[in-house]
């Protein structure tokens, strides 16, 4: 690890300035991605500003009946929180597949979206990596990628994002609040992760110096008919291969809305409401969840050691379709 | 014959010696005032500087849980834990699960149980399974398995584990804390 400055901020705007003049200065909360990161001498800030002290704990309901998540509420706190558990259950058990209960009690909301991806590559200095150092080139294109991209990616990068809650909320279609040194903007969850093209080094929209505060959850939670479907490579504790996010809302057999998202496959949480629509008015059949599966990864390319995602990924989202409509959700327990 | 000799550029300025903060925690009860560099884990910090060796360091990085401790009660890996930032916290390690020569229930249990062999992982299984318990989730033996994914033990002893925390958190059966952000 390089060594650093440190100082507590007290207020957004302080930290916010702080970061903004400071362009390898680096907030941190929960640390546990971007500390694990300065071990590996990946990141190299020359200045932390400790943004826990900042009053982004709360969670509060919004006029429209939707929730929103301060930025600083511990995934263990988010998960269990009992508003979360009973209106948004599919988040709940979604960042409860994550990760361990040590790391879900420090880690943050909002640092769970800003974590960076666990390419073997992107975390070997010795190996070249256009998303750490742009320009080197990509060492997971013809190396070993079996946790890599299959929609999305680019020459340039294969990298998936890691987090599994970025997935639930996609699903839900949250939205990221966040201040910066022009002031406050609402990002949609699906315009926050972009995709790699020739700029893999970015993984977000957000602008120097911009802070989130909070992220809010739209009234729909999906309540009843959801699931986080998670395959990995042992039961708990690690990264998913392929994982699914379904909310659906049903009228009897009739599918009258339904929300789909993807994780483990791209840059990003992986969402195409043209295929979702395909159910909408639709019977819950294997037939029509095969039609959308096929629709989601329409496109898909592997890259040789993870070529078997794009059957696997297709088999999962007709599986976990089958689970939300028979409410079968994943068993943590809450 | 000429030798050419290179040398390493020379830098423009000293490295400057590391910034020190000033920092309160209470360890096992007892309230310490430190100085830290701020890259000084909870973990470097207490095996490094305050002679509390029991809490072990695995991988260093969040993956083996064998560094687990309690922050403020939560259960939660000082390796990934900057010193600097928790002044003020409370914090139990394996040291200050004892109450003088009377063992906690769960380390009676681990001895009872079989629950290790070569011991390195016990400390970080203990703090683990004490947070497990207050936390109040886990009522099964399959909720255990998932819930202590966070430690690893490499001699695998997980059969001696599950049976001893399970055995603690039925005997006490401790109320879910209230909730509590």
Not at chain 1, 140 to 168: F, K
Not at chain 1, 250 to 279: C, F, M, S, Y
Request: charged content about 20%; proline content about 5%; overall charge negative.
């Amino acid at each position: 690890m390089n060594s650093f400055t440190y100082t507590r901020a007290d207020a957004v705007d302080t930290a916010v300035r702080e970061t903004a003049a400071d362009h390898a200065a680096k907030f941190i909360a929960g640390g546990t991605n971007i500390l694990d990161l300065m071990k590996e001498n990946v990141e190299r800030p020359d200045h932390l500003v400790d943004i826990t002290r900042l009053p982004l704990r709360q969670i509060e309901t919004l006029p429209d009946g939707g929730l929103r998540l301060g930025a600083l509420m511990t995934n263990a706190n988010t998960a269990y929180h009992p508003e979360v558990a009973q209106r948004y259950p599919l988040l709940s058990k979604t960042i409860l597949a994550g990760a361990t209960a040590q790391l879900r009690n420090m880690a943050t909301d909002a640092g769970n979206l800003l974590q960076r991806t666990r390419c073997y590559y992107f975390y070997d200095t010795a190996t070249p990596c256009n998303k750490r150092e742009p320009g080197s080139g990509c060492s997971a294109v013809g190396g070993y990628n079996r946790i890599h991209a299959i929609l999305g990616a680019s020459e340039n990068c294969i990298a998936t994002h890691p987090s599994d809650m970025a997935v639930a909320l996609a699903a839900l279609e949250a939205v990221v609040n966040v201040t910066g040194p022009d002031g406050e903007r609402r990002i949609k969850l699906e315009d926050f992760h972009r995709l790699p093209g020739d700029e893999p080094q970015y993984d977000t929209t957000l602008r120097t110096g911009e802070l989130i505060t909070s992220i809010d959850l739209p009234a729909q939670g999906f309540a009843e008919h959801y699931t986080y479907l998670k395959l990995r490579d042992r039961a708990s504790y690690a990264f998913a291969l392929v994982s699914v996010a379904v909310g659906l809302e049903l009228d009897g057999d009739t599918i009258r809305q339904a929300r789909i998202a993807l994780g483990g496959v791209a840059h990003k949480p992986w969402r195409k409401p043209e295929a979702e629509v395909l159910l909408a008015g639709q019977p819950a059949t294997k037939e029509n969840f095969q039609k959308v599966a096929e629709a989601l990864v329409q496109g898909a390319k592997g890259y040789s050691s993870n070529t078997f995602k794009i059957e696997l990924a297709k088999r999962a989202v007709v599986r976990a379709l089958q689970m939300a409509v028979d409410k079968q959700h994943p068993s943590y327990p809450l | 014959m000429s030798i050419t000799v290179t040398t390493a550029p020379v830098r423009d300025t000293a490295v400057a010696l590391p910034p020190q903060y000033p920092i309160t925690l209470t360890i096992n009860g007892v309230e310490k005032h430190l100085e830290v560099a701020p890259w000084t884990s909870i973990l470097d910090l207490l095996r490094e500087y305050l002679d509390l060796t029991g809490t072990k360091k695995g991988c260093d990085h969040g993956q083996c849980g064998t560094c687990t401790i309690l922050l403020n009660g939560t259960r939660i890996n000082s390796c990934l834990t900057l010193a600097v930032m928790q002044d003020g916290s409370e914090i139990t390690t394996i040291e200050g699960l004892a109450q003088g020569d009377e063992l906690h229930p769960l380390q009676a249990a681990f001895i009872e149980h079989d629950a290790f062999q070569c011991g390195y992982c016990t400390p970080g299984q203990l703090c683990s399974a004490v947070g497990l318990i207050k936390e109040g989730k886990a009522k099964t033996a399959d909720d255990i398995r998932e819930l202590m994914s966070g430690n690893i033990c490499r001699c695998g002893a997980y059969i001696g584990i599950v049976a001893a925390v399970e055995e603690v958190m039925h005997q006490q059966q401790v109320q879910a804390p209230t909730y509590a952000i």
